[in-house]
């Protein structure tokens, strides 16, 4: 397929910076983004995450086995000072996304040894929730029988 008049082809590494608000801190991707907020460019016709190349540049190529992790905790940021691999496992933990880190249910019940239950899959629940659930489904039975 010809290539349209007035494109310009510029190398990847100059693209990568023409995106990027340079702060004092955070070097933030100005482009486009995933629905999770990482910066996102396109590489012979594939979308790349910008840290992840950022990464590659300036470090080398990532390992299959690792991630790319934000420890300023900016998804935006490509800063490779910023940017360093962790195993999946350690990613996860270090989300405050990640339950492990939870010091309360859904509900809002605190998780204390006395509040919290731990199913064989090793899954915390919180004791008051499934209580008042079972209390539940006993009365929507009782109601059901009459």
């Known amino acids: 397929m010809p290539m349209p008049t007035g494109y310009e082809v510029r190398p990847l590494e100059e693209r990568l910076w023409s995106m990027v608000h ?25 979308p790349v995450l910008a840290h992840r190349l950022a990464y590659c540049v300036f470090n080398g190529p990532i ?42 249910c859904p509900s809002g019940h605190v998780y204390s040894l006395e509040s ?19 209390k539940e489904k006993r009365h929507k039975r009782t109601i059901l029988r009459l």
């Open 116 to 134: 919290t239950y731990f199913d064989k899959a090793g899954s915390r629940r919180c004791r008051i929730c499934i209580l008042t659930r079972n």
């Open 63 to 104: 390992p299959p086995s690792l991630h790319v992790d934000h420890f300023c905790e900016r998804r935006a940021c490509i800063r490779p000072d910023h940017l360093r691999l962790l195993t999946f496992q350690e990613n996860v933990a270090r989300s405050p996304n990640y339950n492990g880190n939870k010091t309360v």
């Open 22 to 46: 340079f702060t004092e801190t955070c070097w933030l991707w100005k482009g486009g983004k995933t629905a999770q907020g990482y910066g996102e460019i396109m590489v012979s016709g594939r």
